[in-house]
């Protein structure tokens, strides 16, 4: 009798990332894993704001206008120190800064997320289809695009919100601001995503292995989905990370404006936007503190994004 040895076993998927080239650049970029390190400490902070938040600011039962414009904990004793039940201080209503400040960067990372995968997935689907069957369909494509190009993302986003306010009840608004955050800031950052899948389909769609595909009579969904997608999808993600960035900045700007995600769930922006105005009263860590968080989460992510475009780039390497 012969014993059959077993044929070694290949690596792993997580041997081969330790092996890549994306893992050894990000190990040599220190300013790739600091901000890495706040990107994800931010996440899991807004993840688990409800077990480690020190308050809850959406228990009414629990807020003390008595409470409202404390100042934060430790300043100085000229300063009038402030109650050490609340370190960055209290808002108008008596709610714990850095509580709110971890739940409001909850909402703004949930809407940021969710219109970055909104966008991604309108963007995908449209450029392949101009890529892949191009004539009209890749003109009607590109010319839509070409228009929303024309105006500022803020103001499209504006336009959609201001559109879905009109056409729906009032007692809605509330139930659906996500929804129609998520929409509005999705639909005015689809066209990156578009124009660059619909750029390397024109490439890929010579290829010999597309036209194999197409010889054996393979559906072109199929083709476009499994042959192509795959192949288009670095330069996708590197404009998704940044774009994260985007998505909360432009959430921000709305909730700012006052046509944001309502007050009983703020976000970053409605913070700053509510401490904006006791500024000038002496009351500055109400926005300082939100405002600040805000720019180190887009910070972080935007180096973030700034790496993983280098990364990916076969040029740098």
């Given at each position: 009798?012969?014993?059959q040895t077993a044929a ?7 041997q081969r990332?330790?092996d890549?080239?994306?893992w050894?650049?990000?190990?040599r970029?220190p300013?790739?894993?600091?901000a890495?390190?706040?990107?994800l ?11 480690i938040a020190?308050?809850n600011p ?8 008595m ?5 934060p904990?430790w300043?100085d004793?000229t300063?009038q120190?402030?109650?050490p039940?609340?370190?960055?201080g209290t808002d108008?209503q ?11 960067a ?5 809407v940021?997320?969710l219109?970055?995968?909104?966008a991604m997935s309108?963007g995908?689907?449209l ?9 009209k369909?890749?003109a009607?494509i590109m010319r ?7 105006f500022p993302?803020?103001?499209?986003a504006l336009?959609?919100d201001g559109?879905?306010?009109v056409?729906?009840?009032?007692d809605?608004?509330?139930e ?5 955050l998520v929409l ?13 899948v619909r750029?390397?389909?024109l ?7 597309v ?9 072109p969904a ?13 330069p996708?993600l590197?404009?998704a ?9 432009t959430?921000?700007t709305l909730?700012f ?9 703020p976000s970053?922006?409605t913070?700053i936007?509510?401490?904006n105005?006791?500024l ?17 989460m887009?910070?972080a992510?935007n ?6 475009r ?6 740098l390497r």
């Amino acid at each position: 009798m012969t014993s059959q040895t077993a044929a070694p076993a290949g690596p792993t998927a997580l041997q081969r990332f330790f092996d890549s080239d994306i893992w050894w650049s990000f190990r040599r970029n220190p300013v790739a894993i600091g901000a890495a390190v706040v990107t994800l400490l931010t996440f899991l902070g807004a993840g688990f704001a409800p077990w480690i938040a020190p308050h809850n600011p959406y228990d009414l039962a629990s807020l003390n206008l008595m409470d409202a414009g404390r100042a934060p904990y430790w300043l100085d004793e000229t300063w009038q120190p402030g109650d050490p039940r609340f370190w960055l201080g209290t808002d108008d209503q008596g709610r714990d800064i850095l509580s709110t400040i971890l739940y409001g960067a909850r909402v703004s990372l949930l809407v940021g997320f969710l219109a970055v995968v909104f966008a991604m997935s309108l963007g995908i689907l449209l450029g392949l289809a101009a890529g892949f069957f191009g004539g009209k369909v890749d003109a009607f494509i590109m010319r839509i695009a070409d228009v929303m190009l024309s105006f500022p993302a803020i103001l499209v986003a504006l336009l959609i919100d201001g559109v879905f306010r009109v056409s729906l009840p009032s007692d809605m608004h509330q139930e659906i601001a996500v929804y129609v955050l998520v929409l509005a800031i999705g639909f005015s950052s689809w066209v990156n995503y578009g124009r660059t899948v619909r750029g390397s389909t024109l490439v890929e769609k010579s290829k010999e292995y597309v036209q194999a595909a197409r010889v054996i009579g393979i559906h072109p969904a199929k083709i476009m989905l499994r042959h192509i997608l795959p192949n288009v999808m670095g330069p996708v993600l590197v404009i998704a990370t940044i774009n994260l960035a985007t998505a909360i900045l432009t959430e921000a700007t709305l909730s700012f404006l006052g046509v944001g995600v309502p007050p009983t769930q703020p976000s970053l922006g409605t913070l700053i936007r509510v401490g904006n105005d006791f500024l000038f009263s002496g009351e500055w860590w109400m926005t300082l503190f939100p405002g600040a968080a805000l720019v180190i989460m887009v910070l972080a992510v935007n180096l973030l994004g700034d790496w993983l475009r280098d990364a990916l780039n076969p040029k740098l390497r």
